[in-house]
């Protein structure tokens, strides 16, 4: 008996492993998931690229052809495809553009690699020949592209308005990528160890109203509130700014109490208790010689008290409460200064001179705007405007986009054309370097070379053109010497997409590669789905 019991026992194990088939299947239902997302964002490529319309379940609605916002809003479910939205979103950190190009450019290596498999070469040797064939493809494109100084600011305005050529703003690419530039090399911290630029340090403010023609660039500080305080000035010139964190209220206990007054004369002396402890922290600001207040927003109770804001209104002082804690920093920065945590440090020497301060109305908001600030930190705010919501969102989404390529040449000072080109050239190339090689290699080199043939063969689907007569000529191009060859899309043909200053930064192509042929190689190597005890 315990001997047939051991049996039944191990029989199911030794079913288990006889079962071939089980990973080939988890391996076609991974890249079939994967082909799916790839196949949903396709159409939102290049210049000519539709939108996305996508209803959240709160009824919001989002226009869009960002490949990472698509993504990120969508219901993925499967394990596979969610890898894919990993993917686009890690484009969006490494290099904030091509986030669709990543996403279409692994579904076409999924696509070459279930050829591959049918062919009855293994995963594993298909995944290390993708390893070669993708740092191949990052000396080839290496090769290709120009470096470029930081002081030339046309070529960085050229790369800017490529990025934005495919956005729902595209026709306000003149004025949104000059803003661009101009934000991200105020903010860039130049090196020899390595050039840095941290996008916190810019602000993009929305404002609802006007088109996105109006946006601007400030030098300086911007405010989304208005002033508090009804009396208090709304322009001053030669502003002295103090920035606080204490509170100009009448203090609380410490503990949830309740104090109950019974009679008149105690009241009167609570009240006049009050108004001197007030007065004295007023009096204080006016000896400085502040006349415009910064206030951290407070937690425990209201910051500025309405006799407050009466004393500072009769003193000629302008005041800006809640701001919000995570703004302290960046706000510093811009100043130049350290916040104020008490009354006993609220000195002249730690205020900051700015030559204007206005209250300034934009759409439907009011903004402080503070310009002119001494010793100001490299730091800078940009309005976007819009004129509705949709708009507005779209126009942040793709500025960002575009502060992100300039970031990318400012990081590594080297551009490359676009228009399909770098990718015709890597798959010519790829596909004679398969020629020297022998064995699986060279089968995955030519199914590599032939993957990356998708871009310019879906810019030119999406722009109304016959995809395989494009793709064909421009092969013959770049097969003649024709590196900077090109699909324009304006004219419909095939140009020398250089002198059409298509252009865009290298690191955006060398982190599409690496990162889209890394997570073919890892849907590659999975062979089972488990799922883990709740």
């Known amino acids: ?43 939102s490529l290049g210049p000519r690229g539709m939108d996305k319309m996508i209803q959240a379940g709160n009824g919001e609605v989002t226009i869009t052809n960002d490949g990472a916002t698509i993504l990120k809003q969508m219901n993925v479910i499967h394990p596979a495809a969610k890898m894919l939205v990993e ?66 600011r046309e070529t960085l305005i050229k790369s800017a308005s490529t990025s934005l050529n495919s956005k729902v703003v595209s026709q306000h690419s003149s004025q949104l990528a000059p803003i661009a530039v101009d934000a991200v090399l105020k903010v860039a911290e130049l090196s020899p160890q390595g050039n840095q630029v941290d996008l916190r340090n810019i602000k993009i403010i929305q404002s609802l109203g006007g088109t996105i023609e ?104 302008m005041v800006v409460k809640d701001i919000e804690r995570e703004d302290i920093e960046y706000v510093c920065k811009t100043l130049n200064c350290r916040p104020i945590a008490s009354l006993d440090h609220f000195v002249a020497e730690n205020l900051v001179t700015a030559d204007l301060v206005e209250e300034c109305s934009s759409g439907v908001n009011k903004f402080v705007k503070i310009t002119g600030i001494q010793n100001q930190g490299k730091t800078a705010a940009v309005i976007v405007r819009g004129s509705n919501k949709l708009v507005l969102e779209e126009a942040d989404r793709s500025l960002h986009d575009a502060l992100c390529v300039v970031r990318c040449l400012v990081k590594k000072q080297a551009q490359i054309c676009g228009g399909g080109a ?63 060859a090109g699909i324009n899309v304006r004219k419909g043909a095939i140009t020398d997409i250089l002198a059409e200053n298509v252009v865009q930064p290298l690191l955006v192509s060398l982190s599409a590669i690496t990162l889209a042929s890394e997570t073919v190689r890892s849907i590659l190597k999975i062979d089972d789905i488990i799922n883990t005890v709740q």
């Open 214 to 317: 109006d946006t601007e660039l400030v030098d300086g500080l911007v405010f989304t509130q208005k002033s508090s305080g009804v009396n208090a000035p709304k322009r001053i010139e030669k502003a002295k700014i103090g920035l606080i964190q204490f509170c100009i209220s009448a203090p609380k206990t410490d503990m949830d109490h309740s104090v109950i007054v019974s009679d008149y004369a105690a009241m009167d002396r609570v009240l006049k208790e009050e108004r001197a402890y007030i007065l004295n922290i007023v009096k204080q600001i006016k000896k400085s010689g502040c006349n415009l207040l910064l206030v951290q927003k407070s937690i425990l109770r209201d910051a500025v008290s309405d006799l407050a804001h009466h004393f500072l209104d009769k003193i000629k002082v």
């Open 422 to 484: 770098p990718e015709i050239e890597m798959a010519l190339q790829l596909a004679a370097h398969a020629q020297t090689v022998v064995g699986v290699d060279a089968y995955c080199f030519r199914a590599f070379a032939n993957a990356l043939e998708v871009i310019p063969s879906t810019l030119a689907e999406n722009a109304g053109l016959n995809p395989i007569a494009t793709v064909t000529e421009l092969r013959n191009r770049h097969a003649q010497g024709e590196k900077n």
């Open 87 to 152: 993917l686009s979103r890690a484009q969006d950190v490494e290099a904030g553009d091509g986030t669709t190009s990543v996403v279409v450019v692994a579904g076409a290596l999924l696509e070459a690699v279930e050829k591959l498999l049918q062919m009855g070469i293994h995963p594993t040797a298909i995944s290390d020949a993708f390893q070669r064939c993708s740092t191949k493809a990052v000396e080839i494109l290496t090769e290709m592209s120009q470096p470029i100084e930081l002081n030339d």
């Open 1 to 43: 008996m315990v001997a047939q019991a051991a049996l039944r026992s191990t029989k199911p194990q030794g079913q288990a492993y006889k079962d071939k088939s089980k990973p080939a299947e988890i391996r076609q239902s991974n890249i079939n998931a994967a082909k799916a997302v790839c196949d949903a964002i396709r159409t």
